[in-house]
């Protein structure tokens, strides 16, 4: 592949001595990454049960190197959302956002949920992610894998950022913003985006960049931590961003990062020159902001910069004072929902449960009491089913959300049992002999090695396929 003259000639400015070792680093193929999904298996058991080699990414704690041939998008674990595909590099930044639970987290920029996943895990169902990208085609891929992760606690709009700010303003505890980008990290990966940088390049997205991080700074509190990260060396869209967020936000301050072998510091020097003069205290901060480059760690590259808001975390009334959509049906009653969920043996809040159109969907308490009519919304919080003519539908993210073992009745097929691949290409399958249904209602769940998989029904021996048509496998092995 021919890159950009200027591209090379930018890397050599900023290398250096080291131009030739990232030269010859492009020479590889690159390296694939695994993601344990820690809010369904922890690290260490995945690793007993993988059914392909890993090594560990030190400085990932639940991140795994996996071979180039490794079928990891065509495995049983992966449909029962044990693991999530990443780019090693990647999966930095949201392993640096320090995400607490209870915490009330954005992720602007988060198709296809590469971070989102992880920052979902993380709260452990507490608090909310709230999980944007502009384009509603992208948001749909994001909001498939939040469900396949067996996430409840979310929101996910596909709206512009501008409009998020006027509902969200001050909400908001942790904001990571991986923030579009000319992509220079990419370029081995995804050939495409030489393309891309020819046609925009890095001042192009600086002028997006800086927009965004100015529009998620008034969206977080006093005290909250912002995250901003992108795929690219270039010093205009990283420190020269983080610079101009700093001069315009002077409430904001740089924070130190962990570091690990192969972490290089940002690199203040470049800054100036994009943005006509810093002060020495700015430049020191800048410093603290962490580059992953191809050559020095096993990844793509990343850029990574960790700020505070200045202030205490005030307690929140959260309500917008709009008349919320869901408020004539708040805290609704659903008979055929608490005859289900007691079959479940899950207890879900009452005052969490929404009906709207004959769904119901349980919100996540930040959302209780604060109204996003008019927001493009794609869901908000679990859709746990339909509930219409006396009858309970359960949906494909409510047999995600359960845990391993949380529901007692349901077919538990192994990971080798061939009849685990035909269920999830949709087939009926003869289960007699193995099947404890809900009472009543002739639902079953179905799991591998005790992990959901989705639903079924039970009718003399055989499982009629529920498993959602839109994640069924084609052309799937075995």
Known sequence: MELPEAFLEHM?????????????????????????????????????????????IPWIPNGFYLKEDAPASRHPYYAAGLYYLQEPSAMTPAAC?????????????????????????????????AANDISNSRAKGLLKNLELFGEGNILVTSENPERLVSYFTGFFDKILVDAPCSGEGMFRKDPSMVKDWLEHGPDWYGAVQRKLVEQAAQMLKPGGMLLYSTCTFSAKENEGTVAHLL????????????????????????????????????????????????????????????????GECPEQENDSGRQS?????????????????????????KESLRLYDGKLYSLPKPLWNHSIRGLRFLRTGLYLGDAE??????????????????????????????????????????????????????????????????????????????????????????
Request: some cysteine; hydrophobic content about 35%; aromatic content about 10%.
């Open 12 to 56: 050599k400015d900023l290398l250096g001595a080291e131009y030739e070792a990232f030269l010859e680093s492009r020479k590889s193929s690159g390296f694939r990454g695994l993601r344990v999904n820690t809010s369904k298996v922890e690290a260490e058991k995945f690793e007993e049960i993988s059914p392909f080699p890993l090594e560990a």
């Open 97 to 129: 956002l320090p995400v607490e639970k209870g915490d009330r987290v954005l992720d602007l920029c988060a198709a296809p949920g590469g971070k989102a996943t992880e920052l979902a895990a993380r709260l452990g169902g507490t608090g909310i992610l």
């Open 247 to 310: 001069v315009h936000e002077p409430e904001f301050r740089v924070c130190p990062l962990p570091q690990y072998a192969g972490f290089s510091p940002g690199r203040s020097e470049l800054a100036p020159k994009e943005t006509g003069g810093l002060s020495k205290d700015i430049l020191e901060q800048l410093k603290h902001c962490v580059r992953i480059y191809p050559h020095r760690m096993k990844g793509e590259g990343h850029f990574l910069a960790l700020l505070k808001k200045n």
């Open 325 to 349: 959509k869901f408020s004539e049906k708040s805290a609704v009653s659903c008979p055929e929902w608490e005859q289900f969920s007691r079959c479940l043996g899950i207890s879900v809040p």
């Open 389 to 478: 003519k006396k009858r309970f539908t359960p949906s494909q993210a409510l047999a995600m959300y359960l845990k391993k073992g949380a529901c007692g009745t349901g077919i538990d097929f192994s990971v080798s049992d061939p009849r685990v691949i035909r269920y999830l290409k949709g087939e009926t399958l003869d289960v007699d002999g193995m099947d404890k249904i809900l009472p009543g209602s002739g639902w079953c769940l179905v799991s591998v090695d005790g992990f959901p998989l989705g639903w079924g029904k039970l009718v003399s021996g055989q499982l009629r396929n529920k498993y959602y048509p839109g994640w069924r496998w084609q052309h799937a092995a075995g």
